[in-house]
C-alpha cells in the first residue's frame, strides 16, 4: 500500500505546459550565425531575443537547429529559437522545435526585418506573402501555409539602387543605434503580450507604435 506522501506523488498534477499546449508559445528570431552578421540590419530577429532573454536573465544553450532559451510568465511558456540553418533554411528549424514542443501553430511568432517599414516600426500579422525574404520564404514552403504570425520590424529603404543586399546586411547607423533600445523594449512587450493577450489585442496594441 502506497503511503500517504507517496499517494501525493502519484497524484501530482503534471506541469500545466503539458496539459495545455495552447499556453506554450515558439517564439522565432530569424538571423544568420557568426559575428559577421551579428550587428546586422537582418539579423533583428536575433537581437530581440537577445534582448528578452538578457531582461528575463536567462541564457541560451545550443540544441538540434538552432539556440533555445525557455522563460514562464504569467502561467504560459515562452520558447525562444534563433535558427543555427541560415536565412534561407529557417523552416526547416522552425517545423523541428515546432513539433519537439508541440506548441500548436497559432502560437508561433517569427520575428524578421522588413524593408517597407520605415525604420523601427513594429507590425504585427497572422498572414501574408513571404515579401521577398527568404526566411520566410522557407518557413511558408516548409509549414506549407502563409497564415502563421509574423511580427515585422522596420529596417527602412534608405539604400541606393542596386545597394539593396549590402543595406539588409550592413550594420545599424549611428542614429538608428541611439533609437534601438526603445524599440527592443516595445518589441518585448509586444512578445509578451502575444502569449497573454492574444493576437488581436497585441494588434490593436502595438501595430504602427
Known sequence: ML???????STKKPREEETDPMKKFLIVGLGNIGPKYEKTRHNIGFKILDFLAEKEEISFSTDKLGDIARFKYKGRTFVLLKPSTYMNL?????????QKEKVPLENLLVITDDLNLPFGTIRLKTK??????NGLKDIQNTLNTTKYNRFRFGISDEFSKGQQVDYVLGEWGEDELKKLPERLEKSRELIKSFGTAGVNNTMNTFNGK
Request: aromatic share 18%.
Open 90 to 98: 529557417s523552416g526547416k528549424a522552425v517545423n523541428y522545435w515546432l
Open 128 to 133: 501574408g506573402s513571404d515579401g521577398g525574404h
Open 3 to 9: 503511503s500517504f506522501f507517496g499517494r501525493l506523488l
